[in-house]
């Protein structure tokens, strides 16, 4: 979709920002997975509250692609695929929330 933009156009930055956003995402999902894989158990010094705080970091971005394709037209597949990510990031987060002793 963002090859077929034009370039200067409102449509172009939003899908750039989108492509950017998705990225983030992307890391932050990497470095949750390396906190879950490295977890040590009780020996370890990671709070529990820093897990539930890394996945809500990955759902603050997809907010911001969403909030942004809201008002352009014929992007509904990138909506989807957005709605879609952000329930996989919300499956994650209600997966970690019990390991929250902090609330």
Do not use: F, W
């Not at 930055?13 to 879950?36: F, H, P, Q």
């Not at 969403?66 to 014929?74: F, I, N, R």
Request: hydrophobic share 40%.
């Amino acid at each position: 979709m963002l090859e077929n933009t034009r370039k200067g156009t409102v449509p172009m930055r939003v899908l750039s920002l989108c492509e950017v956003d998705y990225d983030t995402v992307l890391s932050i999902l990497k470095i949750c997975d390396a906190m879950i894989r490295d977890y040590q158990g009780d020996e370890d010094k990671l709070q529990s509250s820093e897990l539930v705080s890394c996945v809500d970091m990955a759902y603050d971005c997809i907010n911001e692609c969403g909030s942004e394709l809201v008002d352009m037209p014929a992007v509904g597949a990138l909506v989807n695929e957005n709605n879609e990510l952000a329930m996989l990031v919300k499956l994650n987060a209600a997966l970690v929330a019990p390991h929250d002793i902090s609330q």
